[in-house]
């Protein structure tokens, strides 16, 4: 990869960040799970690493958030190592609803009850169940194990007040859970607050924005470390969790980005984005000021001005 792709980026960074970070007074931090509302609405950070870990950042790349639903990417892609293909898609689809990332609407509405796709909330609930371990404790932390390991970082953590709130206000993740084991996918021998327990602890991980630039850049590299050469990931999974990202990433507003932005995406309710450039960068944004379709204003902005200057867009 060539050095003066990314200095270029580095040098228009600064001017790209003023501009978007005037955006986020638009938005609303989530305050759905409370914790969540203590981080600042303007902030506004990114960070960029290409193959070679030459790394680019500017703005408030330091502030620790949680995944949230940016997990569900990498737990998707364990819960395939686990079980492969089949098994995973007997439980969960491979479509886009249109709906809010934790709606149920169409559980009861389309035959089989099975949730669409594994990046909206009642999906990424089914496949906590199918991650290996013997107990809930073991699935939670061979989570975290996978997630330290691709992002290059043995420290990060569950961040255990997000954990608390997050579980205290999930009335509407329960309700979803419990619905899919009243329909059975759930199974007989799942127990449903397990299995929300997993799920909340995997939400909950905390990062900052370069450990998930090092994860978005193990997708771009199809797999397999770009420094040590060492295949994490079988690149079919990869493959699939990609087209998730392009599909269904950034939820109901995913279309809109595939025209803005042109990347396989993934966001999170603390404002975060993962995203990558094929073959080349791992990118990773944080801005806790969210849109109406819960993706960070700010960071979407940041991510269309990028795109556009420096032609990203894969289509
Ligand atoms: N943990 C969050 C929830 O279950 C994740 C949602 C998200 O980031 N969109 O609601």
Redesign the pocket.
């Given at each position: 990869m060539k050095l003066e792709d990314l200095q270029a980026i580095n040098a228009f960074l600064p001017e790209a960040l003023h501009m978007c970070r005037a955006t986020a007074v638009s938005g609303e931090v989530a305050s759905y799970i409370p914790e969540l509302s203590k981080k600042p609405k303007e902030a506004l950070g990114i960070c960029i690493i290409d193959r070679s870990n030459g790394c680019v950042t500017a703005g408030d790349v330091d502030l620790p958030f949680t995944l949230?639903?940016i997990s569900k990417v990498f737990t998707l892609i364990l819960a395939l190592m686990d079980n492969g293909e089949e098994a995973v898609f007997a439980k969960v689809g491979k479509e886009p609803t249109g709906d809010d990332?934790?709606s149920m609407l169409k559980l009861e509405l389309v035959e089989p009850g099975i949730p669409f796709n594994p990046l909206i909330?009642a999906g990424a609930i089914v496949i906590s169940s199918l991650i290996a371990g013997n107990s809930p404790q073991e699935k939670a932390d061979r989570i975290l194990q996978f997630f330290r390991k691709i992002s290059h970082n043995h420290a990060i953590h569950v961040d255990m007040d997000v954990y608390a709130s997050?579980s205290a206000s999930a009335h509407r993740?329960r309700s979803l859970a419990y619905f899919l084991k009243d329909n059975g996918v759930l199974t007989d021998e799942v127990d449903v607050e397990e299995v929300l327990d997993v799920y909340f602890r995997h939400?909950s991980i905390e990062v900052t924005c370069k450990d998930i630039a090092r994860m978005a850049l193990l997708l771009a590299c199809d797999g397999t470390d770009p420094v040590t050469g060492e295949n994490i990931i079988p690149r079919r999974y990869v493959q699939i969790a990609k087209t998730f990202m392009i599909t269904c990433g950034m939820y109901n507003a995913s279309g809109e980005f595939a025209i803005g932005v042109g990347l396989p995406a993934k966001s999170?309710?603390s404002g975060g984005i993962l995203t990558l450039l094929p073959g080349r960068y791992g990118i990773a944004v944080v801005g806790p000021a969210l849109n109406s379709k819960?993706n960070s204003v700010a960071g979407v902005h940041l991510l269309e001005t990028l795109s556009a200057k420096f032609n990203w867009s894969m289509f």
């Amino acid at each position: 990869m060539k050095l003066e792709d990314l200095q270029a980026i580095n040098a228009f960074l600064p001017e790209a960040l003023h501009m978007c970070r005037a955006t986020a007074v638009s938005g609303e931090v989530a305050s759905y799970i409370p914790e969540l509302s203590k981080k600042p609405k303007e902030a506004l950070g990114i960070c960029i690493i290409d193959r070679s870990n030459g790394c680019v950042t500017a703005g408030d790349v330091d502030l620790p958030f949680t995944l949230q639903s940016i997990s569900k990417v990498f737990t998707l892609i364990l819960a395939l190592m686990d079980n492969g293909e089949e098994a995973v898609f007997a439980k969960v689809g491979k479509e886009p609803t249109g709906d809010d990332f934790n709606s149920m609407l169409k559980l009861e509405l389309v035959e089989p009850g099975i949730p669409f796709n594994p990046l909206i909330n009642a999906g990424a609930i089914v496949i906590s169940s199918l991650i290996a371990g013997n107990s809930p404790q073991e699935k939670a932390d061979r989570i975290l194990q996978f997630f330290r390991k691709i992002s290059h970082n043995h420290a990060i953590h569950v961040d255990m007040d997000v954990y608390a709130s997050e579980s205290a206000s999930a009335h509407r993740n329960r309700s979803l859970a419990y619905f899919l084991k009243d329909n059975g996918v759930l199974t007989d021998e799942v127990d449903v607050e397990e299995v929300l327990d997993v799920y909340f602890r995997h939400c909950s991980i905390e990062v900052t924005c370069k450990d998930i630039a090092r994860m978005a850049l193990l997708l771009a590299c199809d797999g397999t470390d770009p420094v040590t050469g060492e295949n994490i990931i079988p690149r079919r999974y990869v493959q699939i969790a990609k087209t998730f990202m392009i599909t269904c990433g950034m939820y109901n507003a995913s279309g809109e980005f595939a025209i803005g932005v042109g990347l396989p995406a993934k966001s999170g309710v603390s404002g975060g984005i993962l995203t990558l450039l094929p073959g080349r960068y791992g990118i990773a944004v944080v801005g806790p000021a969210l849109n109406s379709k819960g993706n960070s204003v700010a960071g979407v902005h940041l991510l269309e001005t990028l795109s556009a200057k420096f032609n990203w867009s894969m289509f």
